[in-house]
């Protein structure tokens, strides 16, 4: 099988059902969740090396085949495909995000990127999903789209920011404050 096709040499690729210019609305939002897919593989292995991480990295790999989904989903030139995407994702993502909450220390001031190597990749990670979430955003302006993806992105924004927090603790880094900032989040009632 040839990687290669030169069906793409003149600017533009195919979608499921047609073909659109490589900077159509629909290939930049899938395309950012690829590049988020990316990040997400390489965050997955960094988790991996470390045992207080290991589940971390378990559901970083699942994550990675979700965002897929969230890509096959965008990438319908029209519309009467079967979606992959619905909430039981987004769903599951706030339960852990609840649980990482749990877990984390209190936090009452914004914290700045950083800590441990797989906490900054995951804020990094962070960064890049609620660009992919911008991407969806415009392009669901102009073009249809399932719904439950961009719900997904948001979420998994949030679970990316608790994850990071998470992975600081159990490696024994504390989070950065961010200096200037006023206290910004009220502390919660533990159980």
């Known amino acids: 099988m040839n990687l290669y096709t030169r069906t793409g040499d003149k600017g533009d690729t195919s979608l499921i059902g047609g073909r659109v210019r490589k900077d159509d609305l629909r290939v930049e939002a899938y395309g950012t969740i690829d590049e988020l897919n990316?990040?997400?593989?390489?965050?997955a292995a960094e988790a991996a090396k470390h045992d207080e991480l290991t589940d971390m990295a378990a559901q970083l790999f699942e994550i990675q085949q979700e965002l897929f989904d969230c890509g096959s989903d965008l990438a319908y030139a029209r519309e009467g495909f079967p979606l992959k995407m619905n909430g039981e994702p987004a769903a599951r993502l706030e339960k852990q995000i609840d649980s990482y909450s749990d877990e984390a220390p209190e936090i009452t001031r914004f914290i700045l990127?950083?800590?441990s190597s797989a906490a900054?990749?995951?804020h990094v990670c962070r960064t890049v999903c609620r660009r992919a979430e911008r991407r969806v955003v415009t392009m669901t302006a102009s073009h249809p789209a399932n719904p439950e993806v961009q719900a997904y992105l948001n979420r998994l924004s949030d679970y990316f920011f608790a994850a990071a927090r998470v992975a600081n603790a159990r490696l024994g880094i504390a989070d950065t404050e961010y200096e200037r900032s006023a206290e910004v989040f009220r502390k919660r009632d533990r159980k």
């Open 113 to 115: 990127p950083g800590g």
């Open 120 to 122: 900054a990749l995951l």
């Open 38 to 43: 990316a990040f997400v593989g390489q965050t």
